[in-house]
């Protein structure tokens, strides 16, 4: 196993932690830039869709993960950013000025709901956020002279400085905000800023006892949280190229929130590893769906089952995989599974398997395991 | 001018008077400690002091300044940290992750500077780190550097707390109930250190403590409290010997 000796106090809390790990995520960054000559169009796609979930995953990372805050209304910041964006390019503002203020107008905005979060906890603050959310999408369809209500509002496709952005194009600038925003969080992370969140999510009263101003910190929070959902927004308008109310709907920000628990709130990666999920999780779906009546005839036949029972079985399998709502129960039972065995997610259980080769042949299962927690209340 | 003065403090929550017009000094460089029963409203004295609950009456003048209707926060910032008796720590993070949240009245940065992590932030992260490290030396807690609170015993974490307050930078350390769940190994370390804290740093430290023989140990002058008014105040073989002191723990 490696060791990292440290020499300075200057590296304590290196961008990258090993000269392995660098390299690593270079081939990562390499693997991306050149996969818009790689795949097939469907899954540049895809691909874009995963950056745009992993940078509102990175936003909800900050403000729940690190910041102990709950918002279940994340879904209004990205259509603040969506609709700043339609806007904005309707009345000629150029890419390179709207898409970083669609981060400074929705962050602004976030600083205005976290105002209320100063005084509300846990559930009341989850509520909060869900009623500001129905809030934004009410505002959205009523004001149609900018939003166009209802009907929704048309993107031309995004141009940067007079060219326009194909395909590739948009896909390297989502590359390219997604890398961005990632560095930034982390320098949020490792700084004074990051520790005074983390203060304020374990014990606010310590916080405030080490001169954390919390509430500055909690607004900071939302504002920064809300700002980088906009430019998620903003993406995300430009890749639909068409926006309405009804796509900035609750089940998004259930969405959201899903990205982190799964993926694993305490890490940025998680949230990369949730977005991907997230993302991927529906083609899979729809495959199977394909699937699994095939597999399940050809295991009927397999059997010589009498044709009757065949019919049955087969008639009972399509109405499963076609029940409404299926996708929503598949998507709760592994919330549930994922809280109650792997509450760290996926990106707990990436750790595990890495210290599993790095300590191979030596893995033992319980040595990855988090060390034991003591209760606040055991020894008095 | 006197270091530290509380004078005609008072709180009532409800009908309940649990701190009862309290007036005491603290002379710089000294240890100061609190006694009393249980509910006596040594805790409840200490939020006060922390800011954590605001007074119904009286002030609290810390070097000539009124520091009654600051908020817990500025009260960081003037320099009187705390500790707390059921250990208050961020238990998720590391031992030097808690130990830089302390240096957080020493940082000057904003959060777009954070984002940037512009020369001003590395150099200011060096800074907070050695600052970091030398209360860590002083503590003897290197080796506990790297680990999560929530993997340490709790005899490792109350000194964790004390160097945390330590971090702050304090020229007033407020610890409360030091010994509480420590074992005699412990509890003697836990002397010696606030001994050391007190001398080799020149931290004038003020404290909540019911283990007697680490009072006595370390104190210049005790104030024994009861149902929230003052019984008695002096040294500590003094307070001891005072008829009320033993009738309120004896309960005659």
């Known amino acids: ?377 055991e020894r008095r | 001018m006197t270091f530290f003065d509380v004078k005609n403090l008072t709180v009532k929550f409800g009908g309940l008077t649990a701190v009862d017009n309290v007036s005491f000094g603290i002379n710089e460089g000294e240890v100061f400690t609190i006694i009393g029963p249980n509910g006596a409203g040594k805790t409840t004295l200490f939020n006060l002091i922390s800011r954590l609950y605001t007074p119904s009456a009286g002030q609290i003048i810390f070097r000539g300044e009124d520091v009654t209707r600051l908020s817990a926060q500025q009260i960081a910032g003037r320099g009187i940290a705390r500790t707390f008796q059921n250990i208050e720590l961020f238990e998720s993070a590391s031992t030097l992750q808690n130990l830089l949240v302390g240096r957080h009245r020493h940082s000057t940065t904003r959060a777009w500077q954070d984002i940037l992590r512009t020369r001003k932030v590395r150099d200011e992260e060096v800074a907070h780190r050695r600052a970091a490290e030398e209360v860590m030396d002083v503590l003897r807690l290197q080796r506990y550097r790297d680990t999560t609170i929530g993997a340490l015993p709790y005899g490792v974490r109350k000194v964790i707390e004390v160097a945390r307050a330590l971090c702050v930078g304090p020229t007033l350390l407020l610890l409360d109930e030091p010994s509480s769940g420590l074992n005699v190994e412990e509890t003697n370390a836990m002397a010696e250190w606030i001994l050391e804290i007190n001398r080799r740093l020149r931290i004038t430290v003020l404290m909540v403590e019911h283990d007697m023989s680490l009072v006595s140990r370390v104190s210049n002058r005790v104030l024994a409290l009861n149902y929230g008014k003052m019984m008695a105040l002096g040294t500590a073989a003094e307070v001891q010997g005072h008829p009320d002191v033993i009738a309120a723990y004896l309960g005659a």
């Open chain 1, 1 to 377: 196993m490696a060791h990292h000796v440290r020499t300075d106090y200057g590296d304590s809390d290196p961008l990258f932690p090993s000269k392995a790990a660098m390299f690593w995520y270079a081939v990562l960054l390499a693997g991306l830039i050149a996969a818009p000559y790689m795949i097939e169009s469907y899954y540049l796609s895809q691909l874009v869709f995963i950056m745009i979930y992993a940078i509102v995953g990175v936003a909800l990372n900050i403000l729940s993960g690190q910041a102990g805050q709950v918002s279940i209304g994340h879904a209004a910041f990205l259509a603040i950013g969506a609709y700043f964006t339609a806007v904005a390019q309707k009345h000629g503002v150029p890419l390179v000025l709207y898409l970083p203020l669609a981060g400074v107008f929705t962050g602004i905005a976030g600083y205005l709901v976290g105002l209320p979060a100063l005084r509300l906890h846990g559930i009341y603050l989850a509520i909060a956020t869900l009623a500001f959310a129905f809030i934004v999408e009410e505002i959205i369809a009523r004001w149609e002279s900018v939003t166009n209500g209802n009907e929704g509002l048309m993107l031309p496709p995004p141009s940067l400085f007079g060219l326009k952005l194909g395909t590739e194009g948009f896909y390297y600038l989502c590359l390219l905000v997604t890398v961005l925003v990632i560095l930034a969080a982390i320098n949020i992370i490792r700084s004074s800023t990051g520790r005074s969140f983390m203060a304020i999510r374990d014990s606010e009263t310590a916080a405030r006892s080490m001169g954390i101003d919390t509430a500055r910190y909690k607004t900071t929070a939302f504002a920064l949280s809300a700002g980088i959902t906009g430019i998620a927004g903003a993406l995300y308008a430009h890749k639909m190229s068409f926006i309405s109310p009804e796509m900035f709907s609750l089940s998004v920000s259930i969405d959201f929130v899903m990205i982190i628990i799964i993926g694993g709130l305490v890490s940025l990666r998680g949230a990369v590893f949730g977005a991907i999920f997230m993302i991927m999780a529906d083609p899979l779906l729809i495959i199977l769906k394909d699937k699994v009546p095939l597999w399940s005839d050809a295991l009927t036949h397999a059997l010589y089952l009498p044709d009757s029972v065949t019919a049955a079985i087969q008639a009972g399998v399509l109405r499963v995989v076609n029940a409404p709502g299926l996708k929503s129960l598949i998507f709760g039972i592994i919330i549930i599974v994922f809280i109650i065995h792997e509450p760290m997610g996926l990106d707990g259980r990436w750790l595990r398997v890495k210290a599993y080769f790095k300590q191979f042949p030596l893995a033992r299962q319980r040595a990855a395991r988090p060390p034991r927690m003591f209760l606040k209340s």
